[in-house]
């Protein structure tokens, strides 16, 4: 199990703050099993977990602001994500995903502070993302789910949009194939836009059916931008 810190002293140069985990900084170790990370991080940089084959666990903490390309790289045992981070940004250009190769299916699990999941984190360009089941429950202050935060993750079968939620981005659950059932805890006034920061012009979604929902969401209509409009 790896923890990471508050603080570190190297004997040197004294106390720091961590608050970073480096590009490649545990690249390829084997023996890790969890990874927990402290409050204090703030970046996880490019391929800085790549190849911990035998991870099955890892935390994303609230504070963390930004993640780079092939964070999760090659994880093939990874079964759970505990995604807390309030704001995050996924800094890696649409191509430069590829984010995980795990051979059993990745709970992904939302947390009640989490008011945004980022454009890209898993999509189609991850030779088809291995997320099984996205779990909402307590994702009372989500807002936004961004362009292509999943796409391409055929594994999911159902979904609840919470009602805190007010857009979800273009081709967020595109290629989703297995996707049949999505229930939206508020299904009145989403409409769907053409561009991300449109507010009026749009058209109105009739949803309440979770098959067909599912199906205009990852298909049909995925290539708009769906805001609920209060």
């Known amino acids: 199990e790896a923890i990471i810190p508050d603080i570190y002293d190297d004997g040197t140069h004294g106390v720091a703050v961590v608050d970073t985990i480096g590009s490649y900084s545990l690249t390829d170790v ?24 035998n991870v099955t666990a890892i935390n994303v903490p609230e504070n963390v602001a930004t993640i780079g390309a092939y964070w999760l790289q090659n ?9 807390n981070a309030i704001n ?4 890696a250009e649409f191509s430069q995903t590829y984010s995980v190769g795990s051979q059993y ?8 502070k989490v008011q945004s999941i980022p454009r890209y984190l898993f999509n189609p360009q991850s030779s088809k993302s291995y997320v099984k089941s996205i779990d909402m429950t307590n994702a ?5 789910i961004g362009s292509w935060a999943f796409g391409g993750c055929y594994k999911i079968t159902s979904l609840t949009i ?5 857009l979800i981005g273009a081709y967020a659950f595109t290629e989703c194939t297995g996707l ?6 508020i299904s009145d ?15 109105a979604l009739s949803l309440g059916s979770a098959y067909t929902d599912a199906k205009w969401i990852r298909d049909t209509y995925a290539q708009y931008w769906w805001r609920r409009i209060s």
Do not use: H, Q
């Open 30 to 53: 084997t023996t890790l099993t969890n990874i927990y990370l402290s409050n204090n991080i703030t970046t996880i940089s490019e391929r800085a977990f790549s190849a911990c084959a």
């Open 75 to 83: 994880m093939k045992k990874l079964k759970t994500i505990n995604w």
């Open 88 to 91: 995050a940004e996924y800094t």
């Open 105 to 112: 299916g990745i709970d992904f699990i939302v947390g009640y």
């Open 140 to 144: 009372t202050s989500l807002k936004e």
């Open 162 to 166: 919470p009602a805190s939620v007010e």
């Open 180 to 185: 049949s059932s999505i229930t939206f805890e």
């Open 189 to 203: 006034n989403w409409y769907r836009f053409s561009s991300e920061t449109a507010t009026t012009g749009g058209t």
